[in-house]
């Protein structure tokens, strides 16, 4: 049911602005249904003016934290000792310990980036958060400017070796609205 809900609320996004509404509202009644609708008739009209020519993008940004560690301590070329091997070592385990501050560094400079091809923007708390997860986020796009937005994320992800952004949409705007149904109705 629930995969069902969210199919319907999906295909309707091609055809209009869609104010996601959560799974499981219930009314006893088509009457409760109606009042509920006429009573939040200016509320619904001003989220659906907010996101009309607008989509959701979520996006994760992960690392690759062995990659990370290369590249802030590369290896020495032509290194053949041991005296080689441990300075190496001694460099990668350095460069190891800065690699949460340089990924926050590149989690803010590349949400900044995407920001900027989006209205709003939002940073999320993920449900089951992942060690190579650095930031998961989502951007209202104007349905005219995704393929500029999408551009972005693509070429971040291709600038930045040890990150990737994985791109998820268009979705309709979960991030950035909800209806609030719940409470008696006459």
């Known amino acids: ?26 009314f006893s009644t088509d009457d409760g249904l109606r009042a509920m609708l006429e009573e939040s008739a200016s509320s619904f009209t001003e989220m659906l003016d907010r996101v009309r020519g607008r989509h959701e993008w979520g996006v994760r940004i992960n690392a690759d934290r062995q990659t990370l ?20 070592r ?27 091809h989006a209205e709003r923007s939002v940073v999320l708390q993920p449900r089951i958060p992942a060690p190579e997860t650095l930031v998961t986020t989502s951007y209202l796009v104007p349905v005219a400017r995704q393929a500029e937005f999408l551009a972005c ?28 149904v719940g409470g008696p109705r006459p």
């Open 1 to 26: 049911m629930v995969r069902h809900h969210e199919t319907v609320i999906e295909s309707l996004l091609d055809d209009g602005a869609v104010v996601p509404m959560r799974f499981g509202s219930i």
């Open 69 to 88: 560690v290369r590249q802030l301590a590369p290896a020495a070329s032509g290194a053949s000792g041991g005296g080689d091997y441990l300075r190496r």
């Open 90 to 116: 001694k460099a990668e385990m350095s460069a190891d310990a800065e690699i949460s501050t340089e990924a926050a560094r590149i989690a803010r400079d590349l949400h900044a980036e995407l920001a900027e």
């Open 153 to 180: 994320a693509g070429e971040l992800g291709e600038r930045h070796p040890g990150i990737s952004v994985e791109v998820t949409g268009p979705w309709p705007a979960y991030s950035f609205i909800g209806a609030d």
